[in-house]
Structures are given as C-alpha cells and as structure tokens.
C-alpha cells in the first residue's frame, strides 16, 4: 500500500488547477510569438504566478493538516514541520 499525501482527497481538483495553468503558459507562448503587446504578456505572466501561488498555499495546507499534524509521532512532527518551513522559505525568495 503507498502512502496517501495530503492533497490525495482534492487531487482531481489539483490536477485540473495545474492543467488550466498550463494552457495559461501555452497562451503567453502563443502571444510571444504572435508579438503581442509587452504589458499584455507581463499581465497574462502576472495571473500564471498567481495561479501557481493558490497552487502552492494549498499543497502547503494540506501539508499542514495532513503530513505535520497528522504525522505519528512528535520527531516526524518536528522533521515535517522543519520541512514546511523551509519550503515557505523557497517559495518567499522567488523573484
């Protein structure tokens, strides 16, 4: 048996959020080529960040409730929050 991971429930959910960014990707590729307006590939870039931000405040969530939490004993606690902590420390430097 594998183990579940947090987002297991809402995976169809997920999965459907990640493919709808992805033709949000394809488009601004389309609107390179198509040598659209710089500020309207930067918005269109804009909304895919955001779109990939609610992406990941929800697996980190989920990671909170299910992984952290949920998680058997206090040194896999421990372990799984110094992993949290460093994976909201990743997504605070982008950019």
Do not use: F, N, W
Request: hydrophobic share 40%; glycine share 8%; with cysteine.
């Amino acid at each position: 048996m594998t183990e579940t991971r947090g987002y297991t429930a809402t995976k169809d959910q997920l999965m459907a959020r990640l493919r709808r960014i992805e033709g949000q990707v394809r488009g601004v590729e389309r609107m390179v080529d198509d040598e659209r307006y710089c500020i309207d590939v930067l918005t269109q870039i804009s909304a895919i960040q955001a779109a990939l931000d609610k992406v990941a405040l929800g697996l980190l969530d989920d990671h909170a409730h299910h992984c952290v939490i949920g998680a058997p004993d206090a040194g896999t606690r421990d372990e799984r929050t110094d992993e949290l902590v460093g994976a909201v420390a990743r997504l605070m430097r982008r950019g």
